[in-house]
């Protein structure tokens, strides 16, 4: 049990719980009546449906805009393939593959009951789950024999656009000391409403995010992580138009950590608000069975907000997040609920705030993952006042007892990092993990001192906050602009058109078994 060094009021925590518990159930109600054309995408990635047309059109997606196209969409894509396979007896590959071809129609087949679509889909959905359970396996089994790194993991980026350029990165990265890494997502793929096939070596900001990447990016890392001796985490984004889709492929490939949240795709990508959080739900529901950890994307407000002003905003979405995980039945290891280092560094004392709010998020949530974010907004061109920023980061890291650090780099505001740059980060923090190990277990915080009373002004913001949500709806709050201080209408952004309300014939064969931990 952490201890209450902060002297928190935890009834105001339990309130604050409490209130993000009713509005995570309130938005659950409209998700359950809802279904995107990602999610439905997703449903046939599971089943296996994979590849792409002869003008390189995933076939997921042209099994879905076929669907739509004929309005079927509400009753969801696995009754229409259940249905297809009751009556031509192929599996769903093959159906895929004939619609692409032209040569089949699955909407004007005759038609079963959902329980026949049902029945008749389900060989193929238990067949997905064994899959999954045995990557998990995998990943247990190496955990059990090489084992990993300590806590707080050393994570590092790799982004050059390039799959098998990013391979080397990995590696090299594993061999200096990293934990995790993390594989940047190509600028604007979050915006894609398609998720790329094949292995890619073209990328601007990063790599695509495709499943044949993910494999080979995995295979690397089981590599390296045999031959230094304990296995190497790997990261993506389960995050933009295709959430859920990304989401099934990193359990498919075995990814460990994926960026996941409920908030983020709204803000930061202005992708429509009904899509993204009915999307999201699906995506956590796959990330709770296979055990990933998920990152949620709070350490964004900081960069659009001031971190002084708002601290109380991601407060109040960590509180949010973590009750979407609760529905979707994440457990709290697996919840990597974020924060950052993004404190005005002319502010006085700013460093005893920055601790405040670390060690303030490892108390309300002792039992999370916590991810904390390297400093970025007051990084500049000054590489050494830059590597300082990052040493005081990965102090209070240590200090507070984080679980996953994104690490920064002295050149973060210059040129995304060159292999050296990242190894005297992560010395940098490996010299300061070990010289300030049991710091935290050393020091108590002065009573009503500085550092207690700006943890205890935050938590009492964000109180109020989810309380102020709760009674406008988490919709209306997002459209004033309350978090990151962007604001976003409800019937706006991107991937509107592929939301629709599910009619009564509608079933997603997975989300029951994966709520249930299915065998």
């Keep these: 049990m952490v201890k ?15 209130c993000a518990a009713r509005i995570a159930h309130s938005m659950q109600d409209f998700i359950d009546r809802h279904t995107t054309v990602s999610t439905e995408r997703t449903i046939l990635r599971l089943l296996g449906v994979d590849g792409i047309d002869e003008v390189e059109t995933p076939l997921p997606n042209v099994v879905v805009d076929q669907i739509k196209a004929a309005g079927g969409l509400p009753r969801g894509v696995a009754y229409w393939i259940g249905n297809a396979m009751k009556q ?27 329980e026949e679509a049902e029945e008749q889909i389900m060989p193929a959905v238990k067949a997905a789950l064994k899959r999954i359970r045995q990557q998990t396996a995998k990943r247990n089994e190496y955990l059990a024999t090489i084992g990993e790194g300590r806590r707080p993991y050393l994570y590092v980026i790799v982004a050059t656009g390039n799959i098998y350029e990013d391979v080397l990165q990995a590696k090299a990265a594993a061999k200096q000391g990293a934990d995790i890494i993390a594989v940047i997502r190509t600028t604007a793929q979050s915006l894609l409403d398609y998720v790329p096939y094949g292995p890619t070596t073209e990328g601007f900001g990063g790599t695509y995010a495709t499943q ?6 995995r295979k690397a890392l089981d590599e390296v992580g045999e031959e230094v001796g304990r296995y190497i985490r790997l990261c993506n984004y389960s995050s933009g138009m295709c959430m859920p889709e990304i989401a099934a492929m990193g359990a ?13 795709g709204i803000l930061f990508r202005d992708i429509n608000m009904q899509r993204t959080l009915v999307d999201q739900y699906f995506s956590r529901v796959i990330i709770g069975y296979c055990d990933i950890i998920f990152n949620s994307g709070e350490d964004n407000y900081l960069t659009t907000d ?13 509180f949010i997040n973590e009750q979407f995980a609760v529905i979707a039945n994440v457990k709290e290891h697996q919840m990597g609920l974020g924060h950052a280092f993004e404190m005005d560094p002319t502010i006085e004392n700013g460093f005893l705030y920055e601790l405040a709010q670390a060690e303030m998020a490892k108390e309300i949530f002792p039992n999370a993952s916590l991810k904390y974010m390297p400093p970025t907004k007051f990084m500049t061109g000054n590489i050494f006042k830059g590597h300082i920023q990052d040493a005081l980061f990965n102090l209070i890291s ?15 505001a210059i040129h995304t990092p060159h292999m050296h740059d ?4 992560i010395e940098n923090a490996q010299y300061i993990f070990n010289n300030a190990r049991d710091l935290g277990d050393e020091i108590e915080f002065k009573k009503d001192g500085i550092i207690q009373k700006r943890a205890q002004e935050v938590l009492d913001k964000a109180e109020k906050l989810l309380h102020q949500v709760e009674s406008e709806t988490l919709f209306t709050t997002i459209e004033k602009g309350i978090f990151g201080g962007v604001k976003r209408p409800k019937d706006g952004g991107k991937g509107l058109e592929g ?3 599910k009619d009564e014939g509608y079933f997603n064969p997975f989300i029951p078994l994966m709520l249930g931990g299915a065998e």
């Design 252 to 264: 498919l490939e075995r990814l460990d950590v994926m960026l996941n949240d409920a908030i983020y």
């Design 4 to 18: 209450n060094k902060l002297n928190l009021d935890l009834e105001k925590v339990d309130s604050a719980r409490k």
């Design 422 to 425: 990242r190894y005297l980060s």
């Design 212 to 217: 044949e990447n993910f494999r080979i990016m």
């Design 499 to 501: 939301v629709c309300v």
């Design 306 to 318: 001031d971190a002084y002003e708002a601290a109380h905003t991601v407060l109040a979405s960590q």
């Design 88 to 114: 031509t007896g192929l599996e769903p590959q093959e159906i895929a593959e004939k619609m692409a071809k032209g040569e089949l129609d699955i909407t004007k087949l005759p038609t079963c009951s959902k």
């Design 398 to 412: 240590v200090w507070t007892g984080q679980s996953l650090q994104l690490l920064g780099m002295l050149t973060e």
